[in-house]
């Protein structure tokens, strides 16, 4: 907790405006405060520094759940506290890769969230290259037995990072492909943007009744590297990659209340995911996103107490299978939600909103539009969608607003040991809390009611 | 070897134009021809692929020295041959840093040149943070008994890349004097410019009767985090950095001619160096700088037989003390050498040049600004200062010419991982193909004698 910290929470709960439906003029005051926030940067400094990476269900998660706690409370937040849950554990162990033979070398790779391992003696296999998911998918079955399955993809940068859904498929289905054709091992160039030796995990996902196998990231250098050597003839690596499941361990939720005046008209949860992958710090993914809605939910609130109850929470265990999600829309079911939005796509600047709301609340849209125009987002045409945490409360029909944030340079640090503070861009920061701090002022002090939504938007 | 490597060399002595002093005409066609350079690509790609990385004095180096032979011999050069020296050898072991504590999380590190051991059993230790070298120096003698030395210094990209000589001296130099003052392991930030999580190896330098001791680098990143971490109170480490020193080794110098005409006329050197450190392939540092040099060579001899014999050298194990270079002055130094010039700084383009050259020879500074003009070059006004291998044949009064690369992004890479094909621009790579091809085409047929230089350019 820092000095500046301190005194952010004093000023938050200071202001005696009376809880009225907001104006422009007050949401654009709100706004541009938080075009001057110090708070979100020192959310995100304090969690990456003082706590570092945050696996889920590790005592380093554990230790940034007391963090939160700790921080969330000297900011002035109400009813913080933890809601544990039990999850399966997998950590990380040895990962090396080497080419054997007249060229050889050192490949820089990580294993995959919930990759299985070689054992203690390495595995010596030959490569099996397949330039895309679909000549796996093509492959016979058996053909690749006693093999490493390598394979390629050509994912680019895009402004709104849909390429990781297309191209995310090679990790998150591939290994389960390569293993039911008989794999001894796959790896995958990394789900990156960037040229880096630095590569990226994530959780892979293995069919029912699939057995993990080894399965690892190559930096993207590597792949390219291996993609030339395997252009030359046959290729053998030796690969050492010992991860284990670690059986059942506690994971959590940290919520805290800025409560509303009205009981009735409902709840309104934002936040980030407070757990991060290993191999950084998890300051883009997603340290940035619990300080964004932190810090706007304090701004917001400067014009007074709000209509409705903002409820921010820094869910645990996202990276790997969303279950701090699933267990908070579990244990909060009964209560009324009326918005959820998560921040979870780093800290670059928002370009664009979009919004899934009720039809009689299509106004909140309008007033939304005026007032993040002047910090350059515009209003998109499609239907919004939550985040993986916020997911699970939307399924119960809960409307949401999305702020599309920049992703030509996500895809270079997400999920790698290069996700760390000096990533952040302060400025770009402030934008983020500005355009958050003005949606909350806009839709906790809505004086229209804010009802389920259906499909259409 | 690449079936257009063959080609080229095929090429290379093909055409019947007599040993004349070349035309400014007959310069830019060399110039032009080689900005469509395809052997120095081919180079660079081959040997980063094929072989690796090439640590002095190792097995790997030693099959790149194969793999010149065999390359540089496909290419048409006479005289191919290695020429070998025997070394002290040092090699990386494991290298992990902790920090302990509240804030426990791991930081990057690599262990640089001649680095002491911590032995097994890991070290555990308190930081004493120094801001700048200066900040250490003024430190009592004894008053780091047990403790980590941390120096830090804020090195920023300049074109030049005149901030190596001075924040290096962090490097070369503040290792032995943590150890002077009885430190007990010594941390540096970085010498680079960039923001990954790739420490930047390279050698250090123990003052006479200094025993080395644990000495690394952290990513800049990582710097920047324990710098935080300082400035909140003590941190404790627990640093695991085993290096060993392996006894002496061969190394050696690989020496390809393009014989000239007129045996009185001397002998022009142009080169880089072969072995690289083992984090990257080496790609920028200096495998770039050995495939400029050869192409340029073959792209000069287009012209016919040079007057002077033009000798390519991929010097071995530069890095770690520039022992190839030594070796080669000392085994050539009844040779006439009236020209040595190295390309080790990248692949980026060359936007100036400089010259040392004797008082009789001036008028090839005037041939070279008008050859180079039109590829954006411009003449400096300095004397021209060799690299470290030509050096030792430099100081028996030799001339030199220098090609001076943009050095803007050289020490994002510089002795990282990172050090790695993708991180050559090919057409950058081929303009400095064609200013050595045509510096070469106007110097090894020069009408002039070249003699020794004095101290003045």
Known sequence: MTKRLLLAAAAAFALPFPALAQTAAQVASVRDAAMRDEVAWNVVEGLTTEVGQRLAATEAEARARAWAVKTLTALGFKNVHIETYRMPVWVRGAETAEVLGSAAQKLAIAALGYSGSTGVQPLEAEIAYFPSLADLQAAPTGSLKGKIAFIDHAMVPTQDGSQYGYYGAVRRAGPSIAATKGA????????????????????????????????????????????????RGPVKLRLAITPQFKGEAESGNVIADIPGSDPNAGIIVVGGHLDSWDLGTGAIDDGAGVAITTAAALHAAKLGQPRRTIRVVWFGAEEVGGFGGEAYAKAHAGERHVLAMESDFGADRVWKFETNLPSGAKGIADRLETALYPIGIERGREAAHGGTDVEPILRGGVGTIGMAQSGIRYFDLHHTPDDTLDKIDPEQLRQNVAAWAAMLAITANAPEDIGPVSAEH
Chains 1, 2 share one sequence.
């Open 184 to 231: 001894a091992a796959v790896l995958i160039r990394s789900i990156g943007t960037d040229h880096h030796r630095n590569p990226h995990t994530g959780v892979t996902t293995w069919a029912q009744g699939v057995s993990p196998i080894p399965a690892a990231a190559l930096s993207v250098p590597d792949a390219e590297q291996l993609v030339r050597l395997v252009k």
